[in-house]
Structure formats: structure tokens, C-alpha cells
């Protein structure tokens, strides 16, 4: 049985002070029955990683550099966020590839920076609106996945995330038909790629406007593992439902 997986994203939000969020989720959900995990951004993981140590609540990074160190001003090696006390980090969201013009070749070397640091990988995949009305989500999930996931990935350090693009931050959640059919269609290729056994571990989450009045539905579909949770996860009073929803199902 894969174990299940609540991720939340802050993205480019919170301050120190924001920190007593994390108190509360990790006091509310001391056994949650699930992998809870939160990716803030650089300047919160430090603090995050010692006020959540004796939580069931584990503190992540939403990007790192393809290199180890170097003269790369701005930029936050692998091995540094894990220092700072990230367990794992988001690679190729959508919004790091529409803005910052990422390839699924740079995902692929961010990802495989990742790994020789120590930490698990969260590889985003998503069609956008224009893809799917012209009926193409598979043919562009199936190209970045094979594109973006290291041969060295296994399921003890990789999950992956299928967003929506035009789901994202909209409101909208696609349908359980749509769902369903993008992470059978993942499931079957990370089958054929890494072998039944291996691909049978890896996890695999939904994130797309998931909030507590639609988690238990999206995770009574079959193969998804969990979700990675945008706005959501800045509040308590909305991650501990969407963690309980998941834990339930």
C-alpha cells in the first residue's frame, strides 16, 4: 500500500510570523495517518524545519539549481535547502515553466541535483486549457513525464503531481473522468518505464483547487495517492480537513 501524501505549496507567501500555521496543523494532527508536508519559500524552511521537528508535519522547498554550488547569484543549491532542513522539493510546476521558461530537460537536471542531496522529489506534469480542448493531455503529460523524471528516480524518492494548469489557483477542478484518466494513464507509463513493482510506489497526487469541500471526492478516484495544495494549505482551518479527508480515504 502506497502511503498517502498531503503536500501543501505556499508558494511566494508568509512570513515568520505566518510560521504559527505550521504550530497549529502540527498540534491539530499530531497522527494524522498520512504524509503531511509543506514547501515553503527559502527564507521560512529553516525556522519551519525546527519549530515542526517533533511534528508529524516535514518542511520542503519549491524549487533548487541544476548545479551543486557555483557562481549562480539568486539561485539555492539542493544541498543547501536540505541543510536548512527541507526533506524534500516541488520541480516543475507550471508556473515555473510558463515563467521562468523551464524545459522538462531542466526539471530532469534539477531533479537529479535533488537526489545526490538527499531529498525527494515532487515533479509537477499539466496540460493547459488550449491543450486540452485540442484533445492533446496525454500526448504532453506522457512527453514531460518521460522527459522530466530521472532513470535514478524509485518510489522511495519520487512522487509525482498531476496539476491542471487551468485548474490551478481558477476555482476549477477537473472532472473524476478527467482525473481518473491522467493518473491511469501515469501509473500505466511509469509501469512500462520502471517495472510493475517499482511504479506500483510511486505516488501519485492531484493539485488543482483542492479544498475541503472537494478533497474526499477527488480522493476516492482511483490512484491518487494525495494532493498538492496551493491556497489551501496557507490556513489550518483548510489544510487539517483536506489531511483528514485524505487520511479517511
Partial sequence: MRRKLAAGNWKMNGKLADLAVLERIGATLPDPGCDMLVCLPATLIQPAAGLCESTALRIGAQDC????EGAHTGDIAAAQLADAGASAVILGHSERRADHNETSATVRAKAEAAQAAGLSLIICVGETLTERDAGTTLDVIGKQLNASVPDSADAASLVIAYEPVWAIGSGRVATATQIG?????????????????????????YGGSVKPDNAAEIFAIKDVDGALVGGASLTADDFCPIVTALAAS
Fill in 181 to 205: 484518466e491522467v493518473h491511469e494513464f501515469l501509473r500505466a507509463r511509469l509501469i512500462a518505464r520502471f517495472g510493475a513493482q517499482d511504479a506500483d510506489g510511486i505516488r501519485l497526487l
Fill in 65 to 68: 539549481h541544476t548545479a551543486r
